[in-house]
């Protein structure tokens, strides 16, 4: 019995690498910024609502 050679098999990576990565850059990316507001988020949210009683007086 011989098995048969499927080359779409190659081009379906081919095409689903792109997204692939871009998906991977889309993750790291939403973790940086994850981590950033984890850092700065007091004193980010501090500073908006200080901006925003200063509206009021």
């Known amino acids: ?3 048969a050679h499927a080359p ?3 081009s379906t990576l081919r ?3 792109p997204f692939a990565l871009g998906l991977i850059a889309a993750a790291m990316l939403a973790g940086l910024v994850f981590a ?3 850092a700065n988020g007091p004193a980010l ?3 908006l609502a200080a ?3 200063a509206w009021c007086l």
């Open 1 to 3: 019995m011989m098995i």
């Open 51 to 53: 901006n925003g009683l």
């Open 45 to 47: 949210l501090y500073g």
């Open 36 to 38: 950033a507001w984890q």
């Open 15 to 17: 095409r689903q690498a």
């Open 8 to 10: 779409h098999r190659r």
